[in-house]
C-alpha cells in the first residue's frame, strides 16, 4: 500500500483548520478551573531538561491512580451494570445525556454505585448532529476531560477511556503503566485509524493500522527494541518526550515522508488518523495538566467533526499538540495487539463500515474469551498466543452487534437486568474478567 498525502475524503467532512502547536505554547496553556500549581508546571517543564537515563525513573501503580472514564447513556446502564466486575475497586465515572434517577436506573443499580466506586455526571450535546455522528457522540469525546474536571486533578494519575461497551483489562494496564511517568503528557494506544490507498488506489481505512504515525514512550527499551529492528509494515516510531508532530515528522528516516514542512500532519488528525474509542486510550495526568475545562466546553461547540474518537483526538491535538504514542511491547512484535486483538482479519460490520470502506482488525471477543479458557485449560495457546494473553489491555464488544454471542447458562453467577438485547454484551463483560483472572492466577502473575 502506498501512503496517502492528499485525502479528498468520502465523508465530505468539512474540518476546522488547525491551529500549529508549539511545546511553549502547550506550556502556557495550563490553567481553567482545574487548578494550575507551580508542582505541575515545574513537572512538564521539567522533562526538557532530564537526560535519558533519569527518564527511566521507576514508576509503579496501583488501582487508587486510575480513573475509569466511561461515556454512557441511561437506556444502555446495564452496560455500565456489567463492567462491575472488572472495574472492581477503582474509581469510575460515567457521562451521561440526563441526570440518574431510580426511575432511569435499572432495578437495584444505585444501592450498588458507591461499593463500586461509581460517579455521574450529566453532559448535553446542543449541537445538532451532523450526518456523520452518531448518539451520544460527543459525550464520547468529552467525556475524560468531564471525569477530570469533576474528580479533580488529584484524583488520579492516569485515565482509562472507553465506551460502555469496552473491557479493560486493569492488571493488564497497571502492568503496562509500569515505569512510565504520569506526568509525561500521554495519549496511548495501539489500535490507531489510518487511511491509505490499496493497490488498485481505492481509499481503505483500517484499525488497527501498524502504518499509522505514533510515538513510542518516553525512554522505552527491551529486548528487541534495543536491537534497532523495525516490524515490517510499520511506521518507524520515534520516542516521544511528548509525542508532538514536530518529533514524528523530523524523527530520522521520517524527514519529507509528510511534506517538506510537516504539512500533512498538520491537518491529518480526525481524516480517518484518530485512536480508536471502543479500543479504547489511557490518558496520563500530564496530558490533563495542559487543558483547561473552559477550553474543552468551548471547543466542541466550534463546528462540525466526525466520530467521537475522531473528535477527542483532534481535540487533544488542537489543544495540546500531542498525538498517540503505542505502549512499546506490541509494536516490536506483530504477534501482540495490546487494546482489542483479534484474529478474524479484516471484517466490515454494518452500515457504518460498508459505507466508508471501514475495515476493523480488532473486535473478536470470543476470540479472546475462547484462548483464555483454552489457555486455563492447558489446550493448544503456543507461546506467541500465550504472549498475547499476557499483554491485554483491552476489548471491544461492540455491543450492536453482540446478539451471535453465546451466554453460557453454566454462568450462574452472572446476573443482567436491562433490555434483553444487551444480555449478550453483558455476558461478555463477566466472561472475560472471569477467564483473564484465572488465567493471570494460572500464570502466577501479579493480582493488583
Known amino acids: 500500500m502506498r501512503l496517502r498525502q492528499t485525502l479528498s475524503h468520502n465523508f465530505g467532512l468539512v474540518l476546522l483548520l488547525f491551529s500549529v502547536v508549539d511545546i511553549g505554547s502547550v506550556s502556557a496553556s495550563w490553567g481553567g478551573d482545574w487548578g494550575k500549581s507551580q508542582e505541575s508546571q515545574l513537572a512538564f517543564e521539567d522533562f526538557h531538561s532530564k537526560n535519558r537515563s533519569n527518564r527511566s525513573e ?101 485515565v482509562l477511556y472507553g465506551d460502555d461497551d469496552t473491557v479493560f483489562f486493569v492488571d493488564g494496564a497497571l502492568d503496562m503503566l509500569e ?50 529492528y523495525i516490524p515490517w509494515g510499520s511506521f518507524k516510531a520515534p520516542e516521544g518526550c511528548p509525542c508532538t508532530y514536530e518529533t514524528i515528522c523530523k524523527a530520522p528516516g521520517n524527514e519529507g515522508y509528510f511534506g517538506q514542512n510537516c504539512e500533512w500532519l498538520k491537518v491529518h488528525p480526525g481524516l480517518w488518523y484518530f485512536i480508536h474509542g471502543g479500543a479504547g486510550a489511557i490518558m496520563s495526568l500530564g496530558l490533563f495538566r495542559l487543558i483547561s475545562w473552559d477550553r474543552v466546553d468551548g471547543y466542541f461547540m466550534r463546528g462540525s467533526f466526525a466520530s467521537g474518537d475522531s473528535m477527542l483526538t483532534v481535540a487533544i491535538y488542537e489543544m495540546t499538540g500531542i498525538l498517540p504514542t503505542d505502549p512499546g511491547y506490541g509494536y516490536y512484535r506483530d504477534h501482540v495487539q495490546m487494546f482489542d486483538p483479534g484474529w478474524k482479519g479484516y471484517q466490515t460490520k454494518g452500515p457504518e463500515d460498508w459505507n466508508f470502506d471501514v475495515f476493523d482488525k480488532g473486535n473478536d471477543p470470543e476470540g479472546v474469551l475462547q484462548r483464555l479458557q483454552t489457555a486455563v485449560h492447558g489446550g493448544d495457546c503456543d507461546s506467541e498466543c500465550d504472549d498475547q494473553l499476557q499483554h491485554l489491555v483491552s476489548v471491544h464488544i ?41 488465567f493471570r492466577k494460572a500464570r502466577g502473575l501479579a493480582a493488583y
Not at 488498485?200 to 504515525?213: D, L, S
Not at 434483553?420 to 453483558?426: I, V
Open 58 to 158: 521507576a514508576f509503579k501503580y496501583t488501582k487508587d491512580d486510575l480513573l475509569i472514564a466511561i461515556p454512557g447513556q441511561t437506556e444502555r446502564l446495564s452496560l455500565v451494570e456489567a463492567s462491575r466486575p472488572w472495574r472492581r475497586g477503582v474509581n469510575t465515572f460515567v457521562a451521561l445525556e440526563k441526570p440518574l434517577t431510580e426511575d432511569s436506573a435499572p432495578e437495584g443499580f444505585l444501592s450498588k454505585t458507591a461499593e463500586h466506586k461509581e460517579h455521574f455526571g450529566t453532559y448535553q450535546d446542543p449541537r445538532s448532529k451532523n450526518e456523520w455522528e452518531k448518539a451520544g457522540d460527543l459525550r464520547a469525546s468529552i467525556a475524560p476531560f468531564l471525569a477530570a474536571k469533576e474528580m479533580g486533578l488529584d484524583s488520579f494519575k492516569w
Open 179 to 228: 515505569n512510565l511517568d504520569y506526568n509525561m503528557p500521554y495519549l496511548l494506544s495501539d489500535d490507531v485509524w489510518f487511511v491509505e490507498d490499496d493497490a488498485q488506489g481505492k481509499q481503505i481505512n483500517t484499525h488497527p493500522n501498524r502504518r499509522a504515525p505514533r510515538c513510542l514512550p518516553c525512554g522505552y527499551h527491551d529486548e528487541i527494541a534495543d536491537t534497532g
Open 398 to 438: 461492540r455491543s450492536r452487534y453482540s446478539q451471535e454471542y453465546a451466554v453460557n447458562a453454566n454462568d450462574t453467577d452472572f446476573r443482567h437486568v436491562g433490555p434483553e438485547h444487551h444480555r449478550p454484551a453483558s455476558y461478555m463483560h463477566f466472561a472475560l474478567d472471569k477467564w483473564y483472572m484465572k
